[in-house]
């Protein structure tokens, strides 16, 4: 079973028009959720169009050449993972035909209870055309027929055990749906009538559309002809992902009624006043690490500069990885401003640490410009668990935190310190209460398990 | 549900080999049974990997670049039919994961009660992914879990109508069938101990293979480590199709224990000995009635020539057809030798008429060109009857010849004379049996039905 | 210099139009003269566009995607050789500016003086961006600045020594020249008021124009506003190629006023009168031998048949050839059918014996498919000597006939027999005098040299 | 003729080896110069190799799949303009067979006497196949025969007139060329033993090279097996083009002795002296606008913070506009925090205002997202005067600041206060004495012309 860290967009318009242009700008816009595969179901009302590829939205998703369509609805997906030849079966929607007619389903998170429900599934006859566990789904749906499909989808949703946002097309109806502890985001918006929904209101933002409101944990939002209807298919359990709030989010999102950008910099300034030291400057790792950073400093009182550059256009090269390539390693990506660490005490702010490799020659490349001490400050506290719920983190094994103490990190980093934000104080930053958030990866306490 | 008219290759060796050349000879020495598609599954013993493309062998597969693969079997498919955009997903082998593993299906022909088993598939849960019948075999074959695949397949063949030749691949066996009734050819061949299986015997001399037998109507020949094990699955109820002897097969292939260009030479010979005419020369339609008219001259002493080129590059041109362009019709694909026509009697000897509307266009050509008269001569009889087995016919109102004496296509065509072949003289020109023959496009007397 | 073995095809038409579907399908009607690039070049009055692409024209070229244009004239080309990665630059037409404006120039031929020219332009401050002779042209037209280009033309082409039909197209004009010894076709037709310029006339019946005449060796026709004028360059000293009839045109095309068909089957006749032999049947090589054995059967009274098939489909194929793929030889193209040759005397008619090798393993396939005696016979006389006039022929040491006997030609093909046709022969089925022809492959006597 | 505003990069070495990794990160290192099209010319020594394609350096060069080339040495350029479909002729580089053998040339800068040097070139017979300014320089190489390449060179470069940064690549050669007025950048380096010349030292920086020096002004570097020969061949007037500062290289690069993003972080500080306003907030343009925001903070004292988030994935997309997305405007690319600017007076800071059209819509934006005031800020002067040196700005008449004062501006863009740096602030911050920059774009003063 694959990991899904992905985007969901969807439209629903009485307008009947081309909702491709709409569809492309909306995926874009949450094309930091996976930039490995892309796809658009669509219906005109009664007949449905899928088109996948693998690649970034642009690569991915070309106009119809034919020309316009009136479509009724469409859903989207931008997909993270990728593992060597299936990319294209695996890429999302999924479509399929079954007893109630043709269906399409985008999926954003990760069921716990997948194996155990395929091996149900295929023992009593269902057949898999790809590793997603997206799949199930549909299959469970299929074991219902006669029913109509928002009938049969609570019993459907109460099988599943783990994340999932979904996004569902037939060729009558669009159906939104967010797990009961609300681990994914999904969000509702609206354009000239146009009911609109995306995992991020980003999303919404670039096609100048209105955020209307989050879906709620253990809703499913059915969208028709018949207007718009919400059915609480499971009691509430909110477990928000905060990982979504430190890394995943795009800056310019808001989720869980908390702005991530102002999260962001208050998780710096919670950092400042938890872990402060002594020294000259501030800066980022960027992009991940800028807010941070910012608040960092506004709090401290420490100047905030850039002593890092990205190289923008070298972050998906497809040259084949040579010894000499590898030797290059971070360095390919970022550049140091010496002229900025020249014998300066610097703060290096970056919103979290998994392996330590890539800290590790951050921490070399300033030293190597001229840094006389390097803090290395985290944004969030250590990493020791795997997620189960989307978040594509490795084994224990590999997170460096699992086994090694700061001190240890700051050690194998060459940092002269290693700092990492308190769970109290980024749960405080994030301002949520502390049983309504996924606390997981930090702590190994799984709200649900297989 | 669409109508294949498809070619199947398949290879299994011990030596564990890349099968990526043979296959793509094999499949290409077939490409005149389809030229929508192609695909091969292919499996190194554990894993299963599959590509299909849109177009020619040569458009569609590509080797792998990663490296030679170390393949243990392999089946592969042409198509012929395509529906708009859905072309991908309807491309063959289809894969799928079961209860009993991974699987791969490869079809040629077409399951007469397809809906029927499709929708009751689908009441108790099924979900279908492709527009094709062969997915049915698949979900047959997954309600029936705990079964090896050769003690499955059995019950699953009975519960299928229609014409079916298939190549199945598992991660550990290539299984053949062929219908009990025979419709579509499926043959044994082999080449320095790998066993193979092709649709047509041309495709074991593209490879220098050797050609063994061809499998039997009812039986199931089953590959694997074990060596070769064939089963009866159901009683041999004979009915080959005469069309693939006619029009549908290579002339240099080898069908039902025949040369397929000497039975096309002798349908020509009995059709000049039963619709006699005099006339100064002999000319095909090429390709189509070549072998014929060379069989007609011989037997009726007039000279045999070329009266018609063809454009051999412009048969699968893609560019979007203009008013000026379908006014340019036929000519586009053939250009008359007027020195050959002029001022003569011509006979023009082609396989079938299906429409009339390309036989029409000829006529006009050869009036053009000079021909005194024109003869129509056509070496099988008056297609009345659409084929469900396979052959992509028309509705009966589109076939001119369930509607119109030869009399009247002779008016439609503008010809001096449209004669066809009689049944009798068809069947005994073949040298089969007439009962272990379907006729059904021609008498209308189907051996099988929904 | 790379030698070319090209087709041409020109159109100026008063109404403006878009001329993309007539270049294309008249393009395509050549195509059996180049198969490796092809090129159009056109102009709409005051601008000029022009693509090109490797490989066959429904692969290099394609609609524009901006809509259509009114186009005044075009010019297009397809290509024979390719060498490594130099394609591009050397696809045609070739397009440049100079002090009379934009130009593209499409070529058919080779220039024997070429290295000498280019040498002295080099000298005196020429850059060449292509490795082809065609830019030569446009150097020499561009030293002669302030003419009109019909005025210059003259003296560039009296520098031209060898083999060029060329077109020429400005924004006002279309320029079609033939060289003073009319070493390869060129042809004028007219479709509804377009003027039409074609290698062979088989591109004027695609589109169902009409054959006006060719155009005279040493002509120049220039096309414009004020209508069509002709311009005689040179004195005419008619040196057609045979080769354009033995092989390289189409059979259904018309060449200095014969019909290439005919002339082919009456090769095979004289070849008959001439070599006659004892045999059960005559079968070509497909295709380029069909017409002359229909010529022989015809003469001799051996009938015809069909002894090989082709594999249509894997003429072009790109997989890398392997051991394995080269040791199947010309199996991969060819078919034998034993049924037709099984303990029969055999005649095989092709038009020529280049190399040897593929004639050595069409032997031995007639060999193992049960010819008892193998008669080859060649519709030309031996080639022993290169051309230098656009046909690609092999140094003379790899030419079998410069230095081998039939007797000895036969013993390396494993043949009964190998005998050609005459030069007196040939010329007599041609039907044009001897010295209006080039028998220079034949018998070294070069009409012009460097 | 068009305007080249590119990047080049370039490597000589004696180890014989693949160069293609080098130049593909040296490429994207430079790929703010140019996204339109990019390309490498290689020579081994003997033979030279030319690879140019349409967009990023990732979509347009690929590595050779034959497999490694043991090469001497190496040029590339990636560009910036695009004009239809002449893209590809006008790639770089340019390269042509002239009497001195192959040569490639890349080149970044403008020549302002082009138009008359390629009339006088034509009219004494050269030919044109693109539509740059660098194809003249191969010309006038090409009218001086037989002399060597750097004899020849100095002549050639005293014809022209304007901004000229050369790479010049010969089977035997790299050579580096500078115009006397040193418009643009171009600098050595190193890594290990391999000789490098770079538009920018961040090129040097991605594969872990030593930046050594810029070429002087009227210096022209050869290297060959014989070393590096270093030739003066004009007098330097040095005019560095003050823009390559203010916006044009990457900060991280280092030009002119200076750190680029030190001096716009300098030119923001100048700026809050020159031009201060009571604020709440400074916030940057993305990305341009980042490091003056940031001096401009440090110097007055207003908090730095990040009020617009860029839409990173949506800055090429290639659909079709229609008047949906352009109602849309500068939404696609730019996302504004509300938070961050509500109900606050917010200073806007970016490098410069060139038609106005942007920032209109910025200020709208802001306005919307509910700030207060808005006060423009721009670190460089008003920009009145269009570049003929490389820079690509429009027309006089659609510069804004040509005929508008700064409140003008400030009415026509909806902003409660627009401000410039002013002349001398700019070079003051820069560092450079102010006779040798280049203010033309600023004050009109042109230090050449035709």
New interface residues.
Partial sequence: MLKDKCGLFGIYTQKKEDL??LM??GL??L??RGQESAGIAATDGSAM??QKGVG???EALH?NKIGKRKELAAIGHVRYSTYG?SVL?NAQPL?????GGVIAVAHNGNIVNANNLREKL????????SATDTEII??LL?????KKIEEALPSVLKELKGAYSLLILTNKKLIAIRDPWGFRPLAIGELNDRFLVASES?AF????ARFIREIEPGEMVIISENGEKSIKFARQDEHFCIFEFVYFA???SRLYRR?V??VRKALGEELAKEKPVEADVVIPVPDSG??AA?GYA?KSGI????GI?R????G?????P?Q??R??GV??KL???P??MNDKRVIIVDDSIVRGTTSRMIVKMLRDAGAKEVHFRISSPPIKFPCFYGIDTPNREKLIASSSSPNDIAKFLGANSVEYLSIEGMVKAIGLPKDRVCLACFNGKYPILE
């Fill in positions: 491709f242009h492309y700008l874009s816009a094309q930091h169009y899928l970034l939205v642009s106009e030849a079966d479509a399929a035909r079954y007893s295929e023992y009593s006859g269902s057949i898999f055309q549909i299959h299929a074991r219902l027929p006669g980003c933002d670039i096609i100048g795009r800056p310019d702005d950008y102002k800028t807010p910012l506004h100047p905030f500069d850039f550059m190289n923008r256009y070298v998906r090269t497809f040259i084949q040579t000499f390539t030797s290059l360095r390919i550049n140091p401003l002229d900025i």
